[in-house]
Nanobody
Framework: QVQLVESGGGLVQAGGSLRLSCTIS????????LGWYRQAPGKQRELVAA???????TYADFVKGRFTISRDNAKNTVYLRMNSMKPEDTAVYYC?????????????????WGQGTQVTVSS
């Protein structure tokens, strides 16, 4: 059973920064692709950023240049550094992992999810 524990969310003013962390209890963590996702009220969950086992990263257009995803395999943890935040970044943020890069990009459909961490950006 995979356990995902997100943390680091909170209330921040527009233009501010936050760093999210997610610890994942999953075997062969270093071999997995990892992703950060978000879900705003009334909207579907969407991919924010992903990082492959080899360190290749990809970002949604709406966060390019502002957010950075990174991983620490020794700690089974993935991070999301968020800078220049906007009110439209307000959402619950989730992480996930999969051995398939394609599944991570596709939202790990059918996979388990953690509780997420709430991020609220005030204007």
């Amino acid at each position: 059973q995979v356990q995902l524990v997100e943390s680091g969310g909170g209330l921040v003013q527009a233009g501010g920064s936050l760093r999210l962390s997610c610890t994942i209890s999953r075997s062969s963590f270093s071999a997995n692709a990892l992703g950060w996702y978000r879900q705003a009220p009334g909207k579907q969950r969407e991919l924010v950023a992903a990082i492959s086992s080899g360190g290749t990263t990809t970002y949604a257009d709406f966060v390019k240049g502002r957010f950075t995803i990174s991983r620490d395999n020794a700690k089974n943890t993935v991070y999301l550094r968020m800078n220049s935040m906007k009110p439209e970044d307000t959402a619950v943020y989730y992480c996930n992992a999969d051995s398939s890069w394609v599944r991570v990009l596709g939202g790990v459909r059918g996979g388990s999810w953690g509780q997420g961490t709430q991020v609220t950006v005030s204007s």
